[in-house]
């Protein structure tokens, strides 16, 4: 059976022309800096994102963690939004890993606020840590996808230079906020010191992530890599398929955002579901079944049964996600689906 998987945009598998470059392409030693197509990748990115130079890395997770590692040192406080996913969703890694400590700054819709950031940075005291980073992400994963306007990214970044603070983007979903913003990614990477750049999300390669900065941020953070065990060796089999998310998965974003849109109202009109229609922007949808009395665990196996698949939860709020792999016909079946195990629960 196959199914109409709406999990993650994580799903989407490489797509034939991707597994034909992958197949195709020229590659070498990656370490010694000898892989051809690697090398493409990270200049492409580079480019991209208006940054001097750009390292490929096995992961969003390893990218984080690698920008966080390069930016501190151990006992060094890092200010971070309080739903984040380098807080949330990277198992502890920057306390185990960078051995940083966080000072969390709330956020409403993903959007910190300047002056809440700057009140968190510590002063000059000698029972104090060290601030040395401020991360942010766009598109906000927890917020349901939703953008942070780059007059707030601008406002956290003149915080930073300010205080002399690196500010590191998780950009994981960098271009699903441009096409909502209708902006180069540059203009987004360009409210930060170094920016993760996921090419598995939404973008259909394999695996892997490109973090991009300043030549010399990037020279110390190749060293993280490789002590994390990031040091791919022959890897340009996958940067071939990261090149193609780059130049042309990157740029039909907004199919899967018109998709999110129309099942977010196609659900919001079941009774009992309930979306925020204003806080749909990008192919990230949070649902609530509060007023039908079910769970995300419950509303997630019974739509097992009928091919769809969607992640459980203890609570009544379920993500659903849109990618290239999702079509319009998809979101008619969804909404069809969700509206029959509603009434079979009534
Ligand atoms: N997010 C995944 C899960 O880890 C939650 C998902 O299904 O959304 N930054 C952001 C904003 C992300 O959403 C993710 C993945 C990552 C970093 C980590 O990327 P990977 O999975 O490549 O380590």
Known sequence: MSFIDMRSDTVTKPTQEMREAMYRAEVGDDVYRDDPTVNRLE??????????????????????QVAVMTHTHRGDEIIIGEKCHIYTYEVGGIAYLAGVQTALVSEVDGVMEPDDVEGKIRGDNIHFPKTSLICMENTHNRAGGMVVPLDKMKGVYEVGQKHGIAVHLDGARIYNAAAYLNVEAKQIANCCDTVNV?????????????????????????????????????????????????????????????????????????????????????????????????????????????????????????????????????????????????????
């Open 198 to 346: 996921c090419l598995s999300k939404g973008l259909c390669a394999p695996m892997g992530s490109v973090l991009a900065g300043s030549k010399e941020f990037v020279e110390r953070a190749r060293k993280y890599r490789k002590m994390l065990g990031g040091g791919m060796r022959q890897v340009g089999v996958v940067a071939a398929a990261g090149i193609i998310a780059i130049e042309k998965m990157s740029k039909r974003l907004q199919e899967d955002h018109d998709n999110a849109r129309l099942l977010a109202e196609g659900l919001n009109s079941i009774d009992g579901v309930a979306v925020d229609l204003d806080k749909v922007q990008t192919n990230l949808i949070m649902v609530d079944f509060s007023g039908a009395g079910i769970t995300g665990d419950y509303l997630s196996s019974e739509l097992k049964e009928l091919g769809i698949l969607v992640n459980g939860s203890p609570t009544p709020v379920v993500r659903f996600a849109t990618h290239y792999y999702i079509s319009k016909e998809d979101i008619k079946s969804v909404v069809d689906a969700v509206h029959k195990v509603i009434k079979n629960n009534k």
């Open 43 to 64: 200049e492409l990115v580079a480019r991209e994102m208006g940054k001097e130079a750009a390292l490929f890395t096995a992961s969003g997770t390893m990218a984080n």
